[in-house]
Nanobody, 121 residues
Framework: QVQLVESGGGLVQAGGSLRLSCAAS????????MGWFRQAPGKEREFVAG????????YYSDSVKGRFTISRDNDKNMMYLQMNSLKPEDTAVYYC??????????????WGQGTQVTVSS
């Protein structure tokens, strides 16, 4: 069993930065691939970034590539999303998840409760 809790969301001006954190409980955290998804009002949840169990492979959607960086610290059971050059279209609830592999992040075993990110223009 893995429980995920996101934090770090908030209100920021366009061009600003935020760092999201995802704290995981459970001894098997390091065996999971992890991901960030987001959902804006009236839209479907979409993939943002993913990372394999060791952190050696990272994946990004085209919309955030070059602006967002995903990372993890298995010793601390933590995953992060550094978001730079934020745009109003990045406004959404951001969720972290855990899955057996990066390929299964769209059908994960676990989801967090989400954290709101609002980018003002």
């Amino acid at each position: 069993q893995v429980q995920l809790v996101e934090s770090g969301g908030g209100l920021v001006q366009a061009g600003g930065s935020l760092r999201l954190s995802c704290a995981a409980s459970g001894r098997t955290f390091s065996s999971y691939a992890m991901g960030w998804f987001r959902q804006a009002p009236g839209k479907e949840r979409e993939f943002v970034a993913g990372i394999n169990w060791s952190g050696s492979s990272k994946y990004y959607s085209d919309s955030v590539k070059g602006r967002f960086t995903i990372s993890r610290d298995n010793d601390k059971n933590m995953m992060y999303l550094q978001m730079n050059s934020l745009k109003p279209e990045d406004t959404a609830v951001y969720y972290c998840n855990a899955a057996p592999s990066p390929a299964s992040l769209r059908r994960p075993d676990y989801w967090g409760q989400g954290t709101q990110v609002t980018v003002s223009s």
